[in-house]
């Protein structure tokens, strides 16, 4: 959860009269794979001016897939920023990934970002990753309006897809458009707030403003009554003017509305076509309406020298910035920033707040996803790209050299799929490494280690597609062959049943001053598990009388999270368990934060060993979608993978089925579910925590 984003009501009004940051938009453009996001992104480029062609995904010519895996693949893997200007607004533009192995894209770009667009499929919903994301901006207290997309397509219907998203993702939708046709005759919208009707005519990129048509007079009315009903009761100056005048005016449902998204009390829906561009330019106008601007954030909350301190959004301030993406490229290593506080000048020095390193910046550059265009200075409220940054990696706090401060860096999803890979020759083994090294540099959800019992390199990331990705840069950007061995899943120990009043007597003399800690400890299992098994350990110390200081306490539980590393049953790490420090004993000189440490550490691994312990995978859950005459074949393949079937719903000829199902089980499932289906079945995934592995299997997993 972010530390230093408060609720916007507590944003002082003297930082809203900065009127060069009032006409700036950060945002990000999120959503289930193949909703749209791209070609939304797209087509505002073109709206705005910023590109006078089109481009298309399915021909590989957008400007935000540039890389060629996106584009032999067809879908969003790195979160591209483009900047374009829209009614005298700068608006600074993050097109971030839909799939899930990417999802710490999006997790390091929300953690940057003011605002977002959320699109939603006008057929599917809200879909399974369009969930995911959701709550990942709800947790960096991001405010977003809706775009329902393709209402052109067979089936799209926006009042279905308004109920899923009050339904599924718990907000208040507040529809401020109303389609013009259904489908293949859908032409434009009539915006409910200044009741007049939006009309794109073939083969025109503009539209034209006119009366509503008299067939949706009395629907377009309808729906104007119900978004002013819905706007009074959550809004208390709307519900005043309600009240006296059984209606509201455009300017106090325009405020209200706006007021609404920055509290995260609603969510303003829209709609259209982005791939006939139908829809773009309300959407752009709705940006710049209802989401916030820089100069609308609160302060930026960080420590400095131990305690908390605020940097308004002001270029007058200390310079204070944050790195949230790390590339390499032919111009040079572009450090990616979101300007918060102050003003950084070409040439300038800045100061890595964590390490106490000073940097020159050798140029600052506006990015065009892989154009850049290059600038004299950044401001307060600026994401730009930076070149001659050497040790910034996503997630440094950059400030003024005399007011540093350390900003809360974005969190990083531990990763659930390894693979081994090598050089193919022994000569290349150098350059495999440092290409190993500058991935992680560049995407912090990858990890690498060296396996101490096969001697194997080992790279974790975020699922199958992630790593392939990864290894296919190894290949094609850094020219080495790579052999890659199958994938395996991060399994994890947790404790079933603890043990209580287990002592260990830590004693070591070998001449000289000697080692003495006196230690009894509880374990007991925890009473949740985080999805990760990240937030699978806690630790109190309950000793009386100062039989154990509380510093030697605190290097007790430093031991303890030392022999997590460990399990009992196969070597993997443990979660899921609470160590309470129950009594002990010091010695006058012998005792040190040392001795205390290693008794920890031992004790841990005793109690682990006295206590029952099962073991853990990491499952997910899976949303199929497959013609209604191949449901029970994929149902019984889900079953032999052993899913477990959580709900199924059929319409107009398809099934759509909901699983939870082990990842280890998940490896090669897509080419086996379109064989299954004779190529017509989908699927999509998102983590659903951890759970214990059966009996039998588990057996075979240890046994390996």
């Known amino acids: 959860m972010r530390t230093d984003r408060r609720p916007f009501a507590t944003a002082s009004p003297a930082h809203a009269t900065a009127t060069a940051q009032t006409t700036v938009r950060n945002l990000g453009i999120l959503a289930h794979v193949d909703a749209g996001k791209t070609t939304i992104t797209e087509r505002i480029l073109f709206a705005t001016g910023a590109i006078h062609k089109r481009g298309e995904v399915h021909n590989g010519t957008t400007v935000t897939d540039f890389d060629a895996q996106e584009r032999d693949r067809g879908i969003t893997i790195f979160a591209a920023a483009v900047s374009c200007t829209w009614g005298g607004h700068r608006v600074n533009l993050i097109d971030t990934p839909g799939h899930v192995d990417f999802s710490d894209e999006v997790e390091r770009s929300l953690r940057v970002l003011d605002g977002a667009v959320a699109v939603f499929d006008a057929v599917a919903g809200v879909e399974p990753q369009s969930e995911t994301v959701w709550r990942q901006a709800d947790r960096h207290g991001v405010p977003r309006i809706a775009f329902v997309n393709k209402l052109d397509r067979a089936g799209a219907d926006l009042d279905t897809a308004v109920a899923s998203i ?17 489908e293949d005759g859908f032409t434009g919208v009539v915006d409910l707030l ?12 503009a539209y034209e403003a006119g009366p509503v048509p008299e067939p949706l007079r009395e629907e377009a009315g309808r729906r104007r009554r119900l978004l002013e009903e819905t706007v009074a009761e959550l809004h208390p100056d709307a519900l005043e003017e309600f009240c006296a005048t059984s209606a509201l005016s455009g300017t106090t449902l325009a405020r209200a509305l706006r007021e609404l998204t920055l509290r995260g009390d609603g969510v ?30 609160p302060p930026v ?11 308004a959004p002001d270029p ?32 300038g020095s800045v100061l890595d707040a964590g390490t106490g390193r000073t940097e020159r910046v050798g140029r600052i550059l506006r990015v065009q996803a892989d154009r850049h265009e290059e600038r004299e200075e950044a401001v307060a409220g600026d994401i730009v790209a930076v070149i001659g940054l050497k040790a910034a990696r996503a997630g440094t706090t950059l400030c003024a050299a005399g007011a540093p401060l350390v900003l809360e860096p974005p969190s990083v999803a531990e990763p659930v799929v390894s693979v081994a890979v090598e050089a193919r020759g022994s000569a290349d083994t150098g350059r495999l490494a440092s290409a ?17 019992e096969t001697g194997q390199t080992v790279l974790s990331g975020m699922g199958e597609l992630h790593l392939e990705v990864a290894v296919e840069k190894i290949r094609s950007g850094h020219g080495v062959e790579v052999v890659v061995g199958r994938p395996q899943v991060s399994y994890r120990e947790t404790v079933v049943r603890g043990v209580s009043g287990l002592v260990y007597r830590h004693v070591k003399q070998d001449g000289g001053a000697g080692q003495f800690a006196h230690v009894v400890i509880d374990v007991e299992p925890a009473e949740e598990v985080g999805p990760s098994g990240a937030a699978g350990f806690t630790f109190r110390s309950v000793v009386g009388g100062g039989r154990v200081p509380q510093e030697y306490a605190r290097a007790v539980e430093a031991g303890c999270r030392d022999a997590l590393a460990e399990g009992p049953l196969g070597g993997y790490p443990v979660t899921g368990l609470r160590v309470t420090l129950t009594d002990g004993a010091v010695h006058s000189k012998d005792s040190s934060e040392l001795a205390f440490r290693a008794a920890g550490r031992f004790a841990l691994r005793e109690a682990l060993r006295a206590s029952a312990v099962e073991l853990l995978e990491p499952v997910v859950e899976v949303t199929v979608t497959v013609p209604e005459d191949g449901v029970g074949s994929v149902l019984g393949d889900l079953a032999a993978r052993r899913g477990r079937v959580s709900g199924s719903t059929a319409e107009s000829g398809t099934a759509v089925i909901t699983a939870t199902v082990p990842l280890a089980e998940l490896f090669g499932y897509a080419s086996r579910l379109r064989g299954r289906t004779r190529g017509r079945g989908t699927f999509t995934t998102r983590p659903a925590g951890l759970a214990p592995v059966p009996a039998p299997v588990a057996s075979v997993v240890l046994d390996r």
């Open 316 to 347: 007058r301030e200390p310079f204070t910035a944050l790195a949230f993406k790390v590339t390499a490229t032919a111009t040079g290593r572009l450090t990616y920033l979101r300007v918060y506080a102050g003003t950084l000048r070409k040439g």
């Open 436 to 452: 190993l090294a500058r991935l992680v540099e560049e995407d912090p959800s990858l990890a690498v280690r060296s396996d101490a």
């Open 301 to 311: 909350r960080g420590l400095s020298d131990g305690t908390e301190q605020e940097r």
């Open 194 to 205: 200044e009741m007049r009707a939006l009309l794109w005519r073939a083969g025109s990129d």
């Open 268 to 297: 303003v829906v829209l709609c259209g076509s982005a791939y006939r561009n139908r829809g773009i330019e309300p959407l752009l106008d709705a940006v710049l309406a209802y989401l916030p601007s820089p100069a609308d954030m």
């Open 166 to 182: 009050r339904d599924r993702l718990g907000t208040v939708p507040l529809v401020v458009q109303l389609p013009v046709g259904r």
